[in-house]
């Protein structure tokens, strides 16, 4: 099993900067993969950026790319996602995930095996 648990959200306003983190624990080695969604109610899990611990291999989302930006510290099992100007239509739930898929079923939720609980960011004015 692997736990994953989100932290950094928050109340913003539109312009802002966050960086949410997403620390992974338990059996990691079995998930090279690890992605990031949002989701708002009423919608589907939006897909954001995907990375994976042993090679690096990063994509971004075309709805985010050049705002967010995700990373990872292999030293301490967390994955971060930057995001700067933020918007309001930015505000959703964070979810990391993780899995041991390849890179073509990054933004398929079914793909991932690990969820974590979720963080709130907001962004109003």
């Known amino acids: 099993q692997v736990q994953l648990a989100e932290s950094g959200g928050g109340l913003v306003q539109p312009g802002d900067s966050l960086r949410l983190s997403c620390a992974a624990s338990?059996?990691?080695?079995?998930?090279?993969?690890m992605g990031w969604f949002r989701q708002v109610p009423g919608m589907e899990r939006e897909f954001l950026a995907f990375i994976t611990w042993s090679r690096g291999s990063i994509l971004h989302a075309d709805s985010v790319k050049g705002r967010f930006t995700i990373s990872k510290d292999n030293s301490k099992n967390t994955v971060y996602l930057q995001m700067n100007s933020l918007k309001p239509e930015d505000t959703a739930v964070y979810y990391c995930a993780a899995g041991n898929l390849g890179i073509i079923y990054k933004d398929r939720p079914a793909a991932y095996d690990y969820w974590g609980q979720g963080t709130q960011v907001t962004v109003s004015s």
């Open positions: 338990g059996r990691t080695f079995n998930t090279d993969a």
